[in-house]
Each structure stands twice: as structure tokens, then as C-alpha cells.
């Protein structure tokens, strides 16, 4: 039993691994039972399809920003905004480890096949929703404490921050240049949430 | 001579619907020979490579999108600000009569391709790069005109709003919803350049 959860999640993050870095399309099924080690043959026994890999791919790839962001926005004493540029300070320091080249695999296999697989779609609109649900409590929290601008709302911004931050990320890889990621702090931050007005 | 650039052409616009559609490694040279009616044979004749294919795809569409923002853009009189929300909800419409299910190729293109093929990847930055230049434009001619916030850099404002546009448009697809546009337009131009106010 336990051999046997083993395998699933090593397919998984072997899956997970080579998606992140290239595409879903690109990786075989063949590529990664060879990297995993596993027969081809027995993948259909852990997955119905590829399309379910991937749907799983997308779980554990969210569940580990959802750790990540459970730890790092905790309430601990920090200002709410203070706390949110930590967070994502720290995830562009974790981007300049991987020389950013990487990214955001919500976002890449949003663009590459949410319009193809309604099962990778609706995990994805799960895990936005959920990495949102986490922004907006933050944001609720300054909002109480005054200090957001008084007509901004806290929804509306945990959305429009989070997809900003994923368009900050495409842009990254185009250029590739860590620059749209400092422009996006900037603009939240000083102009958008008026941190330093607060 | 014209049959042969005809003949170009058409593989490039075939191309670029397919690969619109779903990505560019989901659409095959013998997919887009056979829906151009095309010998699969000549394809090799007009591309050295369906790389150099999908490079001249985003060619194509950035100048497309280019058209549209030099005629919607224009000063008119109507005021700066002004022409860059038409423009916004300009393309909305387009989106909206497309069902919210196409996107902006360029975005896509850069999460699926710019790591792996430098071609694409340097026509993605150019393109993204000149339209930034277009709302740069802009933004400077409202700066002008004392219409943006007095610690608002022209530049920086250009490349925000161009990336978080296409983090709207992504968020779009994982939904599917106009959702993601909306909240872009309010904290766009209500919080971030601050128009009530200016």
C-alpha cells in the first residue's frame, strides 16, 4: 500500500517537474514513467489519462503554494502589507534561484489548456481561488486596520493582485528578465495600494 | 511571384488561427498544410522550420494588434485617458464576441515557447516592447496634462498595465469569465492612474 501510493506520487512529481519546465503537450507519458523509473505499461493502472495526471499536477503544484503562503502571510506581528510584500519578495528570490526561468505553472497550463480540458480547467479556477481566498483575508485584515485606500476593495484587489502577479510572471519568461517583477511591486505596492501614504 | 507569397501568407494566417485556438506545439506542419491546401511536401520550401513559422505567427499578430491601437489610440480629442479605456473596452468586445474563449497569442505563446525557442522568444519581447511603447505614448501625453498621479512614472505605468492586461486575459481563460476584465478596468484606471481624481 504504501509501495503503491509511492509510485502515484513520484509520477506525479516527476510529471509536475518536466510540465513546470517545458508544457504539458511536450511531456510524453512514455518520458515520464522513463524518468520515474516505472514501466510504461502500469501508468494506466495510476491514471486513467494524461488529462488526470495533469489535473493532479496542477493539485500539487497549488498545494504547495498554498503551504508556502500559509507560512510565509501568517499573522505574526507584521503589518497585513508588510507581510504580502514579504510573500512575494521571497518568491522572487526563489524565481532568481531558478535564474527565472520557470514560473508559475497555474499560469502556463491555464493558457495552454484550459480551453482543452475542462478537468485541468476548473482545478485551476480552484487553486486561483483558493491562493486568492488568502490575499483577500490579508487584504480584509489592512482594510480593518485603515490601511488600504479607503475606496479600494479588498476582493476586487486580491483579484486584480494576483492576476497582475501572473502577468508580471509571463513577462518574465518573454523577456527574460526579473524587471517586470520589480515594476509589479512598485506599481501594487506605491501606486496601487498607496503604501507609503498609508 | 504573387502566388508565391500568396501561398506564404495563407500558411501564416492558417498557422496562426490553429495555433489561436489551442498552442503551437498542439498544431502540426501536416495540420496546417492539409487546412491551407497546401502540399505538406512545399512546407519545407516557404520555412526552414515550423519554428521560423511561429515566429513570423506572432509577427503577424502583433502587427495586427499594432493596427488596432494605432487607429484606436490616435489623439483625437478625446483625452488621453480616455482613448486608453475605449481601447480596453474595445478589445472586451472583441473577446466577448469571441465567447472569452481565444486570448491574446503573445501571452501563450510566451509561457508555452520563450524557454525553449529563442526565435520566438526575442519576436515575443519586440512585440510585447513596441506595444508597451504605444501606451507609453499615451501615458506621457496624459502626463502632460497633469491627468496622471504626480508620482506616477509614465514608463513604469506603460509596462504594468500591459502585463496585467495579459494576467487579466489569462485569469479569463482558467475561469472561463469576463470577470478577470473587469476587475482590471475598475482598479486600472479607478485605483491605479486614479482617474476620479485626476
Same mark, same amino acid.
Given at each position: ?8 506520487t513520484?509520477?506525479v512529481r516527476?510529471?509536475l517537474?518536466?510540465?513546470h ?9 512514455? !518520458? ?24 493532479e499536477v496542477i493539485d500539487a503544484f497549488a498545494e504547495t503554494g498554498h503551504k508556502l503562503r500559509a507560512q510565509l502571510l501568517v499573522a505574526d506581528?507584521?503589518?497585513?502589507? !508588510?507581510r504580502l510584500?514579504d510573500y512575494f519578495?521571497h518568491v522572487?528570490g526563489l524565481l532568481?534561484?531558478? =535564474?527565472?526561468?520557470?514560473?508559475c505553472l497555474l ?16 482545478r485551476?479556477?480552484q487553486a486561483f481561488e483558493r491562493w486568492q481566498g488568502t490575499l483577500?483575508d490579508v ?11 479607503? =475606496?479600494?476593495?479588498?476582493? =476586487? ?5 494576483l ?27 506605491? !501606486? ?7
Open positions: 500500500m504504501r509501495l503503491a501510493s509511492d509510485t502515484r513520484k509520477l516527476t510529471a517537474r518536466s510540465m519546465r517545458t508544457s504539458f503537450e511536450n511531456v510524453g507519458v512514455a !518520458q515520464i514513467t522513463e524518468k520515474a523509473r516505472i514501466p510504461k505499461g502500469s501508468f494506466y493502472y495510476w491514471f486513467p489519462s494524461k488529462e488526470a495526471l495533469g489535473a506581528g507584521r503589518a497585513p502589507l !508588510q510584500r519578495d522572487i532568481e534561484s531558478q =535564474d527565472f526561468e520557470t514560473g499560469g502556463a497550463m491555464s493558457l495552454e489548456m484550459a480551453g482543452r480540458s475542462e478537468l485541468m480547467r476548473e485551476l479556477s483577500r487584504l480584509f485584515e489592512a482594510a480593518s486596520q485603515n490601511a488600504l485606500p479607503h =475606496d479600494l476593495d479588498p476582493s =476586487d484587489a486580491a483579484a486584480f493582485i492576476n497582475a502577479w501572473e502577468g508580471a510572471l509571463l513577462r518574465m519568461k518573454a523577456e527574460p528578465s526579473p524587471q517586470p517583477l520589480h515594476v509589479f511591486m512598485r506599481s501594487i505596492f506605491e !501606486q496601487y495600494l498607496r503604501c507609503s501614504e498609508s
